[in-house]
C-alpha cells in the first residue's frame, strides 16, 4: 500500500499568518490518464470531514482561496496563507491513485 | 442540500454481523461511486470499500476481504455496508462518503461500531 506521510504532525500558528503542511507518498502519484490524484481533507471539530482540495490543486466549491494546494510525484503541500480561526482542526492528505486509495496520518492545526 | 445520514452502528461481540445504512439526499445517487471509510478510535482514516454507480464493480481492503460487502439499492438512494465476523479491530467509526472513483467530497457524520 502507498504511504502518505505527513509533516508536521502537530502546528501552532498565530491569527493571520501563513501555515504549511507538507505529504509525501511513498510512490509517484501520477495516473495513467495524465491526472494526480491528490487530495486535501479538513476536520473540523465534532464535524466530519470535508474535502478542500482535489488533483493537487483544484479547490472544492466554497473552498476560502487562502487555501492552496501544490506538487508533483511523491511531494505535496496544503497552504494557508492567513490562518483564521475557523481553520482549526485535522488536515488529512490522501492518495486516489493506487488502489487501496490511503490517508497521512493527519496534521492538528491549533491557534497558538 | 447533499446529505449522507448512516445508521446501522452499535455494539456487538466479536464473531457477529452488523449491517450499516447510508440513506442520500439531495444529488443524484446512481450517478455517482459511494465509498465506506473508517476511523479506529485514536488512529487516522482508512478506506474500507468502494462500488461503482450500479453496483457493478466493488473494491474493498484486504483486511475486511471476505467479511464485508458493499452494496447499493439506487431506488431507495441507499449503501450499505454488510459487515461479517468481526473482530475487535473493527471496532471504529464509519463514515459514508460521495465518490470512490479516486477521491470522495461529500461525507457523513458517522455511525460508530464497537466490537467487544
Known amino acids: 500500500d502507498v504511504v502518505m506521510t505527513q509533516s508536521p504532525l502537530s502546528l501552532p500558528v498565530t491569527l493571520g499568518q501563513p501555515a504549511s503542511i507538507s505529504c509525501r507518498s511513498s510512490?509517484?502519484?501520477?495516473?495513467?490518464?495524465?491526472?494526480?490524484?491528490l487530495n486535501w481533507l479538513q476536520r473540523r471539530p465534532g464535524q466530519s470531514p470535508r474535502r478542500l482540495i482535489y488533483?493537487?490543486?483544484k479547490r472544492d466549491s466554497g473552498v476560502p482561496d487562502r487555501f492552496s494546494g501544490s506538487g508533483s510525484g511523491t511531494d505535496f503541500t496544503l497552504k494557508i496563507s492567513r490562518v483564521e480561526a475557523e481553520d482549526v482542526g485535522v488536515y488529512y492528505c490522501m492518495q486516489g491513485t493506487h488502489w487501496p486509495y490511503t490517508f497521512g496520518q493527519g496534521t492538528k492545526l491549533e491557534i497558538k | 442540500e447533499v446529505q449522507l445520514v448512516e445508521s446501522g452502528g452499535g455494539l456487538v461481540q466479536p464473531g457477529g454481523s452488523l449491517r450499516l445504512s447510508c440513506a442520500a439526499s439531495g444529488f443524484t445517487f446512481s450517478y455517482f461511486w459511494m465509498t465506506w471509510v473508517r476511523q479506529a478510535p485514536g488512529k487516522g482514516l482508512e478506506w474500507v470499500a468502494r462500488v461503482d454507480q450500479d453496483g457493478s464493480e466493488n473494491y474493498s481492503v484486504d483486511s475486511v476481504k471476505g467479511r464485508f460487502t458493499i452494496s447499493r439499492d439506487n431506488a431507495k438512494n441507499s449503501l450499505y455496508l454488510q459487515m461479517n465476523s468481526l473482530r475487535a479491530e473493527d471496532t471504529a467509526v464509519y463514515f459514508c462518503?460521495?465518490?470512490?472513483?479516486?477521491?470522495?467530497?461529500?461525507w457523513g457524520r458517522g455511525t460508530t461500531v464497537t466490537v467487544s
Open positions: 488533483e493537487v490543486s
Open positions: 510512490q509517484g502519484l501520477l495516473y495513467s490518464n495524465g491526472y494526480t490524484y
Open positions: 462518503a460521495r465518490g470512490g472513483s479516486h477521491s470522495v467530497d461529500v
